[in-house]
């Protein structure tokens, strides 16, 4: 089935606050999560690609684009909290296939710790939480008062953010460092940015305290998972993935090469495949472990082996 999508954006009351949105497709239910400083934008094109099969949520997190802040301090437990809320406001009440990209897929993990029954995937796009290393601009951000003068809107430092989250430069088009710039203007983008990387960062880098408690609880979870990243990410290094691998051995990889820290643009129909391949094995996974359960014919007993399926970590190059 092929879905007429809509590329206005439109806006949804979560907890009396305006947010965001863009909703498109009917299917199952996908929310797209994006980075820190960033909006929905970043996922345009997946969200057209995926509303083909799919039910698609773009969300401006709050304090992003068209989304005003949360009553209370952006951290990462806040939003969270917030990915819950909206879905209550949108009505989606079916486990949901989440997507995150850099900020968003830790925003995506730590949802699916604290509700793991709303969640049908985990899709994690180059995400914060496998390592300290981060980007020297963002370390900076955690320091008073060079966080708040390194935001004042400037089309120079927009420029090099935008050329930094690509490999090929072709990418770091004069309308997305236009858009980059209006966003940074809104009068709430700074605080909340600020917040946001105080709450997870020092100037060392990420903190390890949130990272080691998230992954902690994650790598519990029964909840099918990919790991992408971009072999030449200058936000959050690839050499994460190894860690990730280590953490969530369970998990299915993947390693684009000569792309940075946005594969869901860079490598658009290669990542829209790699995706919707793997939520299709996680299907049929749960359809041949529903098949194995006690009492259906040729049933096996449940245990810690009770999804081989999701057991194998793919690399591809």
């Known amino acids: 089935m092929t879905a007429t999508t809509d590329p206005r954006p439109r806006h949804v009351t979560v907890n009396g606050r305006r947010v965001r949105h863009r ?7 996908v929310v797209l999560l994006h980075g820190i400083g960033r909006t929905l934008r970043d996922f345009t094109e997946q969200h057209e690609l995926l509303a083909r099969g799919f039910r698609v949520h773009s969300v401006d997190l709050p304090g992003y684009g068209g989304s005003l802040p949360m ?30 990209n850099s900020l968003g897929g ?11 029954a709303r969640v049908a995937s985990l899709v994690l796009i180059n995400s914060a939480g496998f390592g300290q290393e981060v980007a020297a601009a963002l370390r900076v951000l955690a320091l ?13 430092f927009a420029r090099r953010v935008e050329r930094a989250l ?41 903190r390890p305290q949130w990272r080691e408690e998230l992954l902690t609880e994650v790598s519990r979870l029964d909840v099918p998972t990919l790991i992408v990243w971009g072999d030449r990410d200058l936000i959050l ?5 190894d860690a990730a691998r280590a953490r969530l051995p369970r998990a299915r990889t993947h390693l684009f090469a ?19 391949d793997f939520w299709a094995a996680a299907e049929a996974a749960d359809l041949a472990d529903e098949a194995a359960q006690p009492g259906v014919s040729g049933a096996v007993p449940a245990g810690p082996d009770r999804h081989p399926q999701r057991q194998a970590v793919t690399e591809a190059g």
């Open 237 to 241: 290094p690839a050499g994460h993935l």
């Open 258 to 276: 000569d792309c940075g820290h946005m594969p869901q643009i860079e490598r658009a129909e290669e990542f829209h495949r790699l995706l919707v």
């Open 106 to 116: 830790a925003v995506a993990m730590r949802f699916a710790v604290t509700e793991p």
């Open 166 to 206: 690509f490999h090929d430069p072709s990418f770091a088009t004069e309308e997305r460092i236009a858009y980059a710039l209006e966003v940074a203007r809104q009068p709430y983008t700074a605080r909340v940015m600020l917040e946001t990387c105080r709450d997870l960062g020092t100037f060392r880098g990420v």
């Open 144 to 156: 008073r008062p060079f966080g708040r003068l390194l935001l004042r809107p400037n089309r120079s």
């Open 71 to 100: 009553a209370e301090p952006c951290t990462l437990p806040a939003l969270g909290r917030f990915v819950g809320d909206y879905l209550d406001a949108v009505g989606v009440d079916e486990p949901a296939h989440l997507v995150g």
């Open 23 to 29: 909703v498109d497709g009917d299917g199952p239910p």
